[in-house]
Antibody
Framework: QVQLQESGPGLVKPSETLSLSCTVS????????WSWIRQPAGKGLEWIGH???????NYNPSLKSRVTMSADTSKNQFSLNLSSVTAADTAVYYC????????????WGQGTMVTVSS | QSVLTQPPSASGTPGQRVTISCSGS????????VNWYQQLPGTAPKLLIY???QRPSGVPDRFSGSKSGTSASLAISGLQSADEADYYC????????????FGGGTKLTVL
């Protein structure tokens, strides 16, 4: 079965760029939308954006100026870059698959905690 | 401030039926289907209801969803202690080039 695994630094300094990757195992990355979703401690879920394997992207309007996503089909991975981070970007970051039939996020990674601090 | 509005908390006793509401607008719930996610403490969210009222394989039929206009609701019947979790609604929003929006989440307590 398809599984997702986030990876990346757990600590990022303010004003720097947060970079995470999500590795897809048990299935192909092709022909799906892949999202990043985050959750600050004790708070709700916030969609960051998604990428289709063709390279097409949509980003949350509130984060659009700082977000870049990419996908590498040869590695079955997709990535998130969030620039100019502040303490407000401290959160658990999840990667998730949007399945066309469900039109919903049907598979999620376990999440990775990222803290922004000097 | 979340785009979709949910009550912050809900509660019920074992065996009871509880409902959680989710209110949106014409650009999200009014135009698109609603999904519901269950998040148990310390875990990633899990898809509970998709396309307003459909259950993925493995989700008990105690969980049901509905949508009317710009609002949706999740109902849980035969409440169990294992249902104690946070519940989130979500929908695609057609504004600003399109993006997913979530409700703020409802913490369900089984008394």
């Amino acid at each position: 079965q398809v599984q997702l695994q986030e990876s990346g630094p757990g600590l990022v300094k303010p004003s720097e760029t947060l970079s995470l990757s999500c590795t897809v195992s048990g299935g192909s990355i092709s022909s799906y939308y892949w999202s990043w979703i985050r959750q600050p401690a004790g708070k709700g879920l916030e969609w960051i954006g998604h990428i289709y394997t063709s390279g097409s992207t949509n980003y949350n309007p509130s984060l659009k100026s700082r977000v870049t996503m990419s996908a590498d089909t040869s590695k079955n991975q997709f990535s998130l870059n969030l620039s100019s981070v502040t303490a407000a970007d401290t959160a658990v970051y999840y990667c998730a698959r949007r399945e066309d039939y469900f039109y919903a996020f049907d598979i999620w990674g376990q999440g990775t905690m990222v803290t922004v601090s000097s | 401030q979340s785009v979709l509005t949910q009550p912050p908390s809900a509660s019920g006793t074992p065996g009871q039926r509880v409902t959680i509401s989710c209110s949106g607008s014409s650009s999200n719930i009014g135009s698109n289907t609603v999904n519901w996610y269950q998040q148990l403490p310390g875990t990633a969210p899990k898809l509970l209801i998709y396309r307003n009222n459909q259950r993925p394989s493995g989700v008990p039929d105690r969980f049901s969803g509905s949508k009317s206009g710009t609002s949706a609701s999740l109902a849980i019947s035969g409440l169990q202690s294992a249902d104690e979790a946070d519940y989130y609604c979500a929908a695609w929003d057609d504004s600003l080039n399109g993006h997913w929006v979530f409700g703020g989440g409802t913490k369900l307590t089984v008394l």
